[in-house]
């Protein structure tokens, strides 16, 4: 069936022979040289002096993403998840479906609505959102998505452990300088900021603190910061691990009977069938 083979080139499934991969590299590559233009379209000389050459590009970009869109909302019924009423509506409403719209999208709202200068520029730069489709045609992609949602209780733990320590260290440092540096900790939310650059350890060399207080809490707050961002780092680190071993393990377990292909027990049991 025609839809079915389609899908399979799509979704570059081993069904989609060559013509999937050959289809999955292309628009990889396409995605890629796209978030090129928009990075040198920023250039005001360059664009101007390849103008043509850029709005070409874009054209022929959206009209493969957005025939590429449409395809995938046909097919879409050869997926299980998405069979019966409702199932293309489900499909549109996926996260990597509302990516593709997101990445066409740009083009053809000024031809609906009319927009302004500062607008239209908004919406090029959206355009960069054609990078997440990469995520559908890269497996390091998603092995981080898996390494994410399955830490995901653990980083966000983090992440409130985070703002809490921001928002305590920030009102100290607030009511320790206000009166030394009017101007520079004016407020909580200006110490906010400071105490941001102190716990990332980029530092910001116009604002730092003057009393002995405030320089003993900003050193406090500088070993803080690498003790904290080490967490996450930790996290992942354990996270990347333990998938990478269990895709070796899938690797090595045997289609037809279930088993480690390395187990030694397999191999002895094995020999004594045959």
Not at 99 to 106: C, E, Q, W
Not at 200 to 206: A, E, K
Not at 241 to 270: L, T
Request: include cysteine.
């Amino acid at each position: 069936m025609l839809r079915d083979r389609v899908y399979n080139i799509l979704e570059s499934t081993p069904a989609g022979g060559i013509a999937g991969s050959v289809f999955g590299v292309f628009i990889a590559a396409l995605i890629l040289l796209n978030v090129t233009a928009v990075i040198l379209a920023t250039d005001e000389p360059l664009y101007l002096a390849f103008r043509s050459a850029f709005d070409l590009f874009e054209v022929f970009s959206v009209a493969v993403f957005s025939v590429e869109y449409l395809l995938r909302l046909w097919t879409a019924p050869c997926n299980p998840t998405f069979r019966g009423i409702g199932g293309r509506a489900r499909f549109a409403a996926t996260p990597m479906a509302v990516i593709d719209l997101l990445a066409v999208l740009p083009f053809y709202l000024p031809m609906v609505l009319p927009l302004d200068l500062r607008v239209l520029r908004m919406l090029r730069i959206l355009r960069i959102f054609r990078l997440l489709k990469l995520y559908r045609y890269s497996d390091a992609l998603k092995t981080l998505g898996r390494v994410l949602s399955a830490e995901r209780e653990a980083l966000t733990v983090v992440g409130f452990v985070l703002v809490v320590l921001l928002v305590i260290t920030s009102t100290r440092m607030y009511f320790v300088e206000h009166d030394a540096q009017p101007d520079a900790f004016s407020s909580i939310p200006m110490a906010m900021w400071w105490a941001v650059a102190t716990l990332t350890t980029v530092g910001y060399g116009d604002v730092y603190p003057i009393t002995p207080l405030g320089r003993f809490l900003g050193g406090c707050i500088a070993v803080l910061g690498i003790g904290m961002f080490a967490l996450p780092a930790g996290i992942l680190a354990s996270a990347f691990g333990d998938e990478i071993r269990n895709r070796h393990r899938k690797k090595q377990v045997c289609p037809h009977c279930g088993k480690y292909i390395d187990d030694p027990s397999s191999k002895k049991e094995d020999a004594k069938n045959w």
